[in-house]
């Protein structure tokens, strides 16, 4: 009688109904600044203003996801029982992404109704573990996970084991809290495939990270706020997000991101839509909308993360050819092949996995 | 609130209020006829401002009534009472100004010109220029006064005040005793008045009640209790007496003998609250008249005779002290009228008075003299 | 020996404008801020003088209507909390019952729980029993969670006041109603003003609660939240100087007009008169 | 007589309450002035509790889509106190560090608002709250822009050789203490405001009238007067800053990190709910049972 | 707190307050020898207790002087003052029971073993059982006892006293009269004793102070001040005066004739404070004597007819009211001795008096007769 019912739902058991014929409007739920805003009037947003004037749909958009582990306890309930979160587009990582297709809370689209992904999805985004068919979780933006450094207060950064021992560091260094960027890193630079590794590989670096820890040249592990820290110098170098370095560095030079030749990690936030959601067909237009090159285009030039979107390149070259020729934005091979994506963990994995890191990270 | 109806006398019947175990109040029973002037007596402590705030309902009797008319107020709340109360600590609203203060009870009854019967209310207090002063602002008789107006001008059926002109000096104080009569006989209102200044109680009560630790000892007109106190404590709480511990030996004719100190006097038998046995032997002070020795006593009179240990000057009167023989001091109030000579200290005197003056009191058979000055014993205890 | 008098006379003011000081500390780093522009989107630095953040307050998108949001929930979250939690006060104060002190846990658990477990374990409460997440649940939430501060608040006030000033005004024909209305909460209102600030700033100032069950609302907190993920747009420090600006110009108009009018001064309490003591 | 034309007159008298109605509605009284607020806690703050206490006697081997069976786990209990019991330590150490300098702050600052401030009362309690009116991150970038390694605090210091040449005070347990003691301060002084603001002046007169310093003036009569808000003041201080994360999650680093960070990780990373109930249960036993032993040693059973 | 020297006397020298533009306390300077027992009497709201706040530290002076034998202390704390004030609103400390109110002073000085003298203490104002209670648990009469204890147990060099007794009953009143006397003589404290009660200040003081409206109006000894008052203003405050407006012809002999409403009189030279010009002639009720008719009036004493209209029973004696010829009431005193007769309400009567006790005082020539009962003009603009 008592406790809880698994959380768990099926296609069957929680079906959605689509008003996308009679309804043109859709609820979009995205992180802050993640969309492209007009320079002059930061009221209006180039893109999906086209989008709107294109389709006629009204696109409520709404940034109210700061945090995958955040906005999944605000949502869970919802998704557990089979019920509306009022959202018909949300963007989440990788992981996460990936715990809810797990969970059966994200409807499957319909891969007519999205040509353009099948046309235009970066290769090495293809077929994630968590969606092989590429019409569950699409891309919004990518970015990477690796070094970076203000060479303001040090001198320059080549490996993560540099970051966690070099003596001038101590207590200037932060990681981030994501636990798969982290470790996927550290498994890395232990020589081990952040892909695909055993409990035991996972347990030596997060050994090598919590003598870190102790010895205190890690400060703190952070989300975002690691940038404001790294521009002023209060971090002198950390483990750290492409898109968040590139925009220190356009300031200040002196600040570089570093892939590690021990790889870096490829992360994912990707467009999903919920359960009970109920203009999928809106959605599935809007996401086929940004992957024309040009309207990705527009949208990387403002957010400066990897953009999903193959064409792209071409499209910013007219846009801003500085950017455009930015490895960090549309990768060349070499940083391609060094970006590892984490391994897709089941329920069990992820508990005993986060639960150890969660130990060494103090919480 | 209800004044359509004249309210009726006042009764308290049986009224007890302990705290704890301190009975403050005790099985107290006394009726206030509508529209007198009652005023009540007693020494610190004695109960008095538990009597009024149980008449006010401000306290929950522990037990007794509390009638108006035939109505059995006691459990009525506060403010459905017809009584105003003019507090021993005044009470007065911090926030409000002297004029919201005064204008409290009227605003509350729904009256909306307050303005001028306020202002008639501060100038009746000599207040006219301090209706915008916060209570803070003002001395501490000034702070009494408007207590006093700030109850006054409700005119309820009864007045409950709480030695309402205490902190005011002597003139203002006799100017504000007119102003209170002269409310009292045209508005028809029930004054309970407790006061400590017995001038007061004595010229403005139709009736005066002497409590002690929360019994009423005497309850009669003011010049009946003054010349013919019921019990010691009243004797020596209403002004002073000089009381000899004496034996009386019954009624003889319409006399009664007594012998103090081997000395033998008489008083009229309608004086004497007890004729047989341990009495005390009274006479005020103001009834004895000093004169050098015996022989200058007038027929008729009785005396005894002493040494003048002491003489203080009160502007009005002289109050001597006169040590008889056998060790009592009696004492000796002499009107400064210009007349009499001064009696010089430590010179012999013979005290005398007329044995009409004189009132016998039933005493303990373990009490000795109870003059006046005596201090060493306790108020409350006596008696 | 002139100084050390001095000293000695002012020094408790002298303190407490240092306290002051430590309190406006951030306020004045965030007041320059929003004068500044910023070198990049995730820099917090002061970069350059401009004046353009106050010229477009609510450039940001959704920005401003968020803040109208949040001061529109602080203030019904305030005024519900403020009369629950007095009513409760006066009853914990002034009355003898039975369940006494269940109520006083039932006070201090909310104060106890961790945000987080408040926000989820209510989310969960909305979710099973079908509400709509949106506004009024944030206002639900927020009196639930600024309630256990106003009793607490009030509480203080009321304990040991004179309970002879209400006795008078009974005496003099006040109803309980009105005694209440013109003496009891007159002398109670420097109380409840605190707990009535308390509960405002709490309920502006919180994130994890709201966040749980606001649904697909954004609040100001919830704003800031997340533009801080990739940078702080430097309206924030805008908006954070204005609020206190407003207020402070609001409070000192009144407090000025207040020196003539009488009712203006809520806040100033009234203290106590020179009345004797014997409250009972 | 003039008097009795200013009373209302007419027979709309109610009849006097009888004796056992008034004493009726007496009794009731306290429920119905409790009844507004206690439901709404009740419903809810009650009733998810409820909730979570059974989530905290969860079967500790359930998941997220099978879900949790209620399997009375009360080992669940002595299992977080074993690992996070440093964590609870902190939590109160540093939050009761926190008091102790907010009582020093505050105290004065309430008292000079309540007493010496005049017509500025207003004016000065609003700068009290004032921080709240600006995001609480954004007053710990604030603190953080002040507190920098490159900042010019830190700068001072080291000049003046009060922190070493690469001492820092960001990420360390000052700035925790610090960031607690800023964001609670407010909690602590308007009840302490509230209720020193009725001080009657007098008796502090009369006691320096009695031969009392200053000192002994405050430590005799002000403090025993006060007694209500400050200990008010300091629970509304205490309680939430022992459950506080955020601090110490952006001024600290994982060595600062306090109990209310072990249970966010419990239920938003770990997603383990019978532990994060657990915890959650044992911070509010703890608590509890420290206010209600504070409030018996402070006598203020009256005023709480 | 030094109590190793004696504090010497204490002067005040040009002491002003203001609270705004009201003046309080207006340019005032006296001498209050050290050891002596000083009273200050005065209207409601005239400037006492503000005076004695400044004495004792607690209000500053706007300008002027306190000194303290040399030393100049009006800048000194309060606490640091061998000062102790009884204040006229108690100021007990409500968290403290009465005990610790009372072993307060004792204890902020250091001293450990304060039990006895507490008891003694508190026995001394017949408080003894009540140790253990709080202040809100006494009556008023006992509040002030504690306050009264509270500061007496100090025995500072200077005691201040704002109407300490005024809510004691009179008996107790004069009990703990004495007692102040018999401390103030055995420790040689200075006391300055603000009262209402005339009878207190006339018996305990060596000096009396009157003040009007921030002012010192007249001090000197009691007799001396009730015996020939300075201003109208005093004869009229301190007792009751019968003022005639007459117009004085200049000193004749030794002698000042005067013209009242067409009837002639005439006074000492040494009782005229003026002897030409428009002055009030003035006779102390008690100084009047009446009789029925004009030949019984004794020789060498001047008298006027009238009617009494009034007769007021106050125990130790009787005030009659004598309307006379020209409309003026004169209030007339007679001892309630058992000698006179009752005079009935009525009757015609004549009052005479002996000139040695008129007095003559200035008067403006707008003022007309100031006799005892009037009440119409507030007392703080008189004279
Ligand atoms: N804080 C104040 N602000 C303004 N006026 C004041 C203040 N305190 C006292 N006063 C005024 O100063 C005058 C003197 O006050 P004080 O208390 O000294 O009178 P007092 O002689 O002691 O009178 P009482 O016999 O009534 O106690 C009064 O008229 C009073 O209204
Ligand atoms: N709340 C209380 N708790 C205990 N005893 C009390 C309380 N209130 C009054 N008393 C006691 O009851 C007795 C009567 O008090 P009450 O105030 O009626 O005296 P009173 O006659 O007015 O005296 P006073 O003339 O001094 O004002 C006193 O002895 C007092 O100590
Ligand atoms: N602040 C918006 C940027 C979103 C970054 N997503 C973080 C995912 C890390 N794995
Ligand atoms: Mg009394
Ligand atoms: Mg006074």
């Given at each position: 009688g008592c406790g809880t019912k698994g959380a768990q739902q099926t296609e069957a058991g929680c079906v959605s109904e689509d008003l996308s014929g009679t309804e043109k409007k859709l609820a979009f739920s995205n992180w802050p600044q993640y969309m492209d805003v007009d320079e002059k009037d930061e009221s209006k947003r180039p893109s999906l203003d086209g989008f709107i004037a294109k389709t006629g749909i009204q696109v409520t958009y709404t940034e109210d996801i700061n945090d995958n582990n955040e906005f999944f306890g605000k949502v869970q309930n919802q998704l557990a029982a089979c019920q509306s979160t009022d959202r018909d587009l949300m963007v989440l990582t990788d992981w996460m992404a990936a715990r809810m297709i797990r969970l059966g809370w994200i409807q499957k689209l319909d891969p007519a109704k999205i040509p353009n992904v099948q046309a235009n999805l970066l290769p090495s985004l293809l077929n994630r573990s968590f969606?092989?068919?590429?019409?569950?979780?699409?891309?919004?933006?990518?970015?990477?996970?690796?070094?970076?450094?203000?060479?303001?207060?040090?001198?320059?950064?080549?490996?993560?084991?540099?970051?966690?021992?070099?003596?001038?560091?101590?207590?200037?260094?932060?990681?981030?809290?994501?636990?798969?960027?982290?470790?996927?890193?550290?498994?890395?630079?232990?020589?081990?495939?952040?892909?695909?590794?055993?409990?035991?590989?996972?347990?030596?670096?997060?050994?090598?990270?919590?003598?870190?820890?102790?010895?205190?040249?890690?400060r703190k592990f952070t989300g975002n706020d690691y940038a404001p820290d790294l521009a002023k110098g209060d971090i002198a170098a950390c483990i750290g997000w492409s898109g968040d370095v590139i925009q220190l560095s356009s300031e200040n030079a002196k600040v570089q991101f570093v892939a590690p030749d021990s790889g870096v990690m490829l992360f994912s936030d990707n467009m999903m839509v919920p359960n009970k959601a109920t203009h999928k067909g809106n959605a599935e237009a809007l996401i086929n909308y940004y992957y024309e090159p040009a309207v990705a285009a527009t949208l990387a030039a403002y957010v400066n993360y990897i953009c999903p979107v193959k064409g792209a390149q071409a499209e910013m070259e007219k846009i801003d050819p500085e950017l455009a020729a930015n490895p960090l934005i549309f990768p060349d091979e070499a940083l391609l092949s060094k970006s590892k994506v984490f391994m897709a963990l089941d329920e069990k994995q992820e508990k005993e996995y986060e639960g150890k890191f969660q130990q060494v990270i103090g919480a | 609130?209800?004044?359509?109806?004249?309210?009726?006398?006042?009764?308290?019947?049986?009224?007890?209020?302990?705290?704890?175990?301190?009975?403050?109040?005790?099985?107290?029973?006394?009726?206030?006829?509508?529209?007198?002037?009652?005023?009540?007596?007693?020494?610190?402590?004695?109960?008095?401002?538990?009597?009024?705030?149980?008449?006010?309902?401000?306290?929950?009797?522990?037990?007794?009534?509390?009638?108006?008319?035939?109505?059995?107020?006691?459990?009525?709340?506060?403010?459905?009472?017809?009584?105003?109360?003019?507090?021993?600590?005044?009470?007065?609203?911090?926030?409000?100004?002297?004029?919201?203060?005064?204008?409290?009870?009227?605003?509350?009854?729904?009256?909306?010109?307050?303005?001028?019967?306020?202002?008639?209310?501060?100038?009746?207090?000599?207040?006219?220029?301090y209706g915008n002063r916060r209570p803070a602002q003002l001395s501490g008789g000034q702070q009494q006064r408007v207590a006093l107006a700030r109850a006054l001008i409700n005119r309820p059926q009864v007045l409950l005040l709480d030695e309402p002109l205490g902190a005011l000096d002597l003139k203002l104080r006799r100017q504000m005793q007119i102003e209170l009569k002269r409310i009292q006989t045209e508005v028809g209102i029930t004054f309970v008045h407790v006061t400590h200044?017995?001038?007061?109680?004595?010229?403005?009560?139709?009736?005066?009640?002497?409590?002690?630790?929360?019994?009423?000892?005497?309850?009669?007109?003011?010049?009946?209790?003054?010349?013919?106190?019921?019990?010691?404590?009243?004797?020596?709480?209403?002004?002073?007496?000089?009381?000899l511990a004496a034996e009386a030996a019954g009624i003889a004719g319409d006399e009664v003998a007594v012998t103090a100190h081997g000395a033998r006097f008489s008083v009229p038998a309608g004086r004497a609250r007890a004729d047989r046995g341990p009495v005390h032997l009274g006479v005020r002070p103001e009834k004895l008249h000093l004169v050098g020795s015996a022989d200058q006593v007038p027929a008729g009179h009785q005396h005894v005779t002493g040494v003048v240990t002491d003489a203080s000057y009160v502007g009005v009167s002289t109050q001597y002290l006169l040590r008889t023989g056998w060790g009592t001091e009696l004492s000796v109030f002499t009107a400064n009228s210009g007349a009499a000579t001064q009696v010089p200290v430590g010179s012999e005197a013979v005290a005398y008075w007329d044995p009409r003056h004189a009132f016998l009191l039933s005493r303990d058979a373990a009490d000795s003299d109870r003059t006046a000055p005596v201090v060493d014993e306790p108020v409350g205890a006596s008696s | 020996m002139r100084v050390s008098r001095w000293l000695a006379d002012r020094w408790v003011m002298i303190v407490a404008l240092l306290v002051l000081g430590y309190l406006a500390l951030p306020i004045l780093v965030v007041a320059g801020l929003s004068f500044n522009r910023p070198s990049s989107r995730l820099s917090y630095d002061f970069n350059e003088f401009t004046l353009d953040n106050w010229r477009q307050p609510c450039a940001t998108s959704d920005m401003c209507d968020a803040v109208v949001r949040s001061v529109q929930i602080g203030f019904i979250a305030t005024v519900v909390a403020t009369v629950l939690g007095t009513l409760m006060a006066f009853a914990l104060v002034r009355h003898r019952f039975r369940g006494r002190s269940g109520i006083n846990v039932l006070i201090f658990l909310p104060m106890a729980t961790p945000e987080l477990v408040m926000g989820t374990s209510l989310l969960a409460l909305f979710v099973s029993a079908g509400v709509p997440l949106g506004f009024w649940t944030i206002v639900i939430a927020h009196v639930m969670f600024c309630v256990s501060f106003v009793v607490v608040?009030?509480?203080?006030?009321?304990?040991?006041?004179?309970?002879?000033?209400?006795?008078?005004?009974?005496?003099?024909?006040?109803?309980?109603?009105?005694?209440?209305?013109?003496?009891?909460?007159?002398?109670?209102?420097?109380?409840?003003?605190?707990?009535?600030?308390?509960?405002?700033?709490?309920?502006?100032?919180?994130?994890?609660?709201?966040?749980f069950n606001a649904g697909t609302t954004v609040t100001f907190p919830m704003y800031v939240w997340g533009a801080a993920q990739r940078g702080i747009p430097p309206q924030v420090n805008v908006i954070g100087t204005a609020m206190l600006a407003i207020a402070l110009l609001l409070v000192g108009l009144s407090s000025l007009r207040g020196r003539r009018s009488r009712r203006a001064n809520l806040l100033i309490g009234p203290g106590q008169g020179p009345q004797a003591r014997r409250p009972s | 007589m003039t008097v009795l034309a200013q009373v209302p007159t007419g027979s709309g008298q109610p009849p006097p309450t009888p004796p056992a109605a008034r004493s009726g509605r007496h009794r009731l009284l306290p429920y119905l002035l409790l009844l507004p607020g206690a439901a709404w806690l009740l419903v809810f703050f009650g009733v998810p509790l409820v909730q979570l206490a059974a989530a905290s006697l969860y079967d500790p081997s359930g998941s997220l889509s099978t879900g949790y069976a209620l399997t009375w786990a009360f080992g669940n209990y002595p299992d977080v106190l074993q690992a996070y019991w440093p964590q609870f330590l902190r939590s109160f150490g540093y939050a009761g560090i926190a008091l102790v300098l907010a009582l020093l702050l505050g105290y004065p600052l309430a008292y000079a608002i309540a007493q010496k401030a005049g017509r500025w009362k207003?004016?000065?309690l609003v700068c009290v709250v004032a921080p709240m009116f600006t995001s609480f991150l954004v007053r710990t970038l604030a603190w953080k822009t002040i507190l920098s390694d490159n900042g010019a605090l830190v700068g001072l210091l080291r000049d003046v050789h009060l922190l070493a040449p690469d001492g820092r005070l960001l990420a360390t347990p000052f700035a925790v203490v610090l960031g607690l003691t800023y964001n609670f301060l407010p909690f602590l002084v308007l009840p302490l405001y509230a209720s020193l603001e009725r001080l009657d002046h007098r008796l502090l007169e009369a006691a320096s009238d009695l031969y009392a310093s200053p000192v002994q003036a405050f430590r005799r009569v002000t403090l025993p007067l006060s007694m209500p808000g400050l200990v008010a003041g300091t629970l509304l201080f205490f309680i939430p800053a022992s459950g506080d994360y955020i601090n110490a999650e952006l001024l600290g680093t994982p060595n600062e990190y306090m109990i209310g960070n072990v249970i966010d990780s419990a239920f938003l990373v770990r997603l383990d709910y019978p532990q994060g109930a657990a915890l959650s249960f044992l911070l509010m036993a703890a608590i509890l049972a420290m206010v209600f032993g504070y409030l018996r040693r402070a006598g203020t059973e009256e005023v709480l």
């Open positions: 969606d092989s068919e590429n019409r569950i979780s699409i891309p919004w933006q990518s970015g990477l996970a690796g070094l970076a450094y203000n060479g303001d207060v040090t001198k320059e950064l080549r490996t993560v084991d540099e970051l966690l021992t070099r003596p001038d560091l101590k207590g200037k260094v932060t990681a981030l809290s994501e636990m798969r960027d982290t470790m996927g890193l550290l498994l890395g630079s232990n020589g081990h495939d952040p892909a695909n590794f055993t409990t035991a590989q996972f347990d030596d670096a997060l050994n090598k990270l919590k003598k870190a820890v102790d010895s205190g040249q890690i | 609130m209800t004044r359509e109806t004249p309210a009726g006398d006042l009764r308290l019947a049986n009224l007890t209020k302990r705290f704890g175990i301190f009975t403050a109040v005790d099985d107290l029973s006394l009726t206030v006829p509508q529209g007198s002037f009652f005023a009540l007596l007693g020494a610190s402590g004695c109960g008095k401002t538990t009597t009024l705030r149980m008449i006010a309902g401000l306290e929950e009797p522990t037990s007794g009534q509390v009638l108006l008319g035939d109505r059995d107020i006691a459990r009525l709340r506060p403010y459905k009472r017809p009584v105003n109360t003019v507090f021993q600590s005044y009470a007065l609203f911090p926030h409000l100004n002297i004029f919201e203060n005064v204008a409290f009870g009227l605003r509350r009854r729904g009256i909306r010109s307050v303005d001028d019967e306020v202002l008639r209310m501060l100038s009746l207090v000599q207040l006219d220029d200044d017995q001038e007061e109680a004595m010229t403005m009560a139709d009736t005066v009640a002497v409590m002690n630790a929360g019994r009423i000892e005497q309850l009669g007109a003011p010049a009946d209790i003054y010349e013919f106190p019921a019990t010691a404590f009243v004797a020596n709480f209403l002004g002073q007496s000089n009381l | 608040t009030v509480k203080a006030r009321l304990a040991g006041m004179d309970r002879r000033l209400e006795e008078a005004a009974m005496d003099l024909y006040a109803s309980e109603w009105q005694t209440f209305r013109r003496i009891t909460l007159p002398l109670v209102l420097p109380g409840i003003v605190a707990a009535a600030l308390l509960a405002f700033s709490l309920s502006f100032d919180d994130f994890i609660i709201t966040n | 207003n004016l000065l």
